[in-house]
């Protein structure tokens, strides 16, 4: 019976489990943070990233990236953009671009695009040259808002597509948390909402949106738009 009870101890396993929906996976960190509250983790990206050719306008003042994933896209133009500012939508793309080589000149206080814009427009100047560098599914509401702000010439370029990726039902139906980081999540998920009892935790305002449009309850929402924040409003909940 000793026997039988040491090796029960050994082998319990984690009684909750967390999805998550982001392209990149968590680190080993947060996989402990979530561990010690008996959470197991599961890795499951709602989309796939496609690289696309591109061009970078010449001349630019003002160089907007809104993830990592861009600025890996971009990582080669960064000897010539000596004289561009660059400016990232938080934190994990800032660390990203610093990787590259580059400190970023500008990060909004909260990590969204509508932040960004109503915060960078302060630091624009007329006729300068701005380029937003990022993925096909992007919101262009921020662009367009940036557009009507100031009297700049305002540039797009796609440098990746997303495809939205479905995720297998059987690893939602014993979820015990579904971690929404994009609307794509949401988009992945709403059909298979029936098929989980989830709580789903939203990772920022724009994910909110699009999960409480999608009928995806009972939802959470993370303080800080990051998967610190997301793993933190789980741990509260755990508290609860």
């Keep these: 019976m000793p026997a039988v009870a040491k090796f029960s101890h050994r082998c319990r396993m984690t009684y909750k489990r967390l999805v998550l929906t982001g392209s990149r996976p968590p680190n080993s960190q947060q996989v402990q943070r979530l561990a010690e509250r008996e959470i197991e983790v ?46 990232v939508v938080g934190t ?23 932040v960004l814009v109503a915060e960078l427009q302060h630091q624009l100047l007329p006729n300068q040259r701005i380029c937003f560098a990022r993925g096909n599914r992007s919101r262009q509401e921020p662009l367009e808002r940036l557009k009507q702000l100031v009297a700049a010439d305002i540039l797009e370029v796609v440098t990746y597509e997303t495809n939205i990726r479905r995720i297998p039902r059987e690893r939602l139906s014993d979820a015990t948390f579904i971690g929404l980081q994009s609307p794509s999540a949401v988009e992945a998920l709403a059909s298979l909402a029936l098929q989980t009892h989830a709580t789903y935790v939203a990772i920022g305002p724009v994910t909110e949106q699009a999960a409480r449009a999608a009928g995806l309850y009972p939802l959470r929402i993370a303080k800080t738009f990051t998967l610190d924040g997301l793993i933190d409003c789980i741990l509260e909940e755990e508290l609860l």
């Design 42 to 87: 599961i890795h499951e990206p709602s989309i796939e990233t496609v690289p696309v050719a591109f061009e970078l306008p010449p001349a630019l003042d003002w160089l907007v990236l809104t993830s990592p994933t861009g600025v890996e896209r971009i990582k080669a133009d960064l000897p010539r953009l000596q004289k561009t500012k660059i400016a």
């Design 92 to 114: 994990k793309t800032a660390q990203a671009l610093e990787r590259a080589g580059r400190t970023a000149d500008f990060i909004p206080s909260a990590f969204t695009g509508d």
